[in-house]
């Protein structure tokens, strides 16, 4: 019986993205363009893209969450974010993970979220 243990105190609960490859800020913006169906906000804004990871042969892999687990759109949400990657071109191949750990909180979204839904 393989037992989880905890992750480390001091080690994040969300794994660094790739900042600094070149297709990164390219997978920001196709990520901006799925919307969660109930909020007129992006996703990667709303903060729940988690992690974007690309490796040196350009694949890439998103962790991300949703608004709340029984999210209407659950099912679809994360092969809308695999064809808005895999449109923008120079990527060979995208998964998509959901994940609830962290929860997602309003303390994620970005300020521009925070002021387009009225919050700030």
């Not at 169906?37 to 903060?47: A, K, Q, R």
């Given at each position: 019986?393989?037992?989880?243990?905890?992750?480390?105190?001091?080690?994040?609960?969300?794994?660094?993205?790739?900042?600094?490859?070149?297709?990164?800020?390219?997978?920001?913006?196709?990520?901006?363009?799925?919307?969660?169906?109930?909020?007129?906000?992006?996703?990667?804004?709303?903060?729940?893209?988690?992690t974007i990871g690309i490796t040196e042969d350009n694949d890439v892999n998103i962790i991300m969450s949703l608004t709340a687990p029984g999210c209407p759109v659950a099912g679809e949400m994360p092969g809308w974010v695999e064809d808005a990657i895999n449109g923008m071109g120079g990527v060979r191949h995208v998964s998509v993970d959901i994940t609830w750990e962290p929860p997602w909180g309003m303390d994620m979204m970005s300020d521009e979220a925070r002021l387009e839904l009225g919050f700030m």
């Open positions: 019986m393989n037992e989880v243990s905890p992750p480390m105190e001091g080690s994040p609960l969300i794994a660094p993205s790739s900042t600094n490859h070149p297709l990164y800020e390219s997978i920001v913006e196709a990520c901006r363009t799925v919307f969660d169906p109930e909020i007129p906000v992006n996703i990667y804004d709303l903060g729940l893209i988690y």
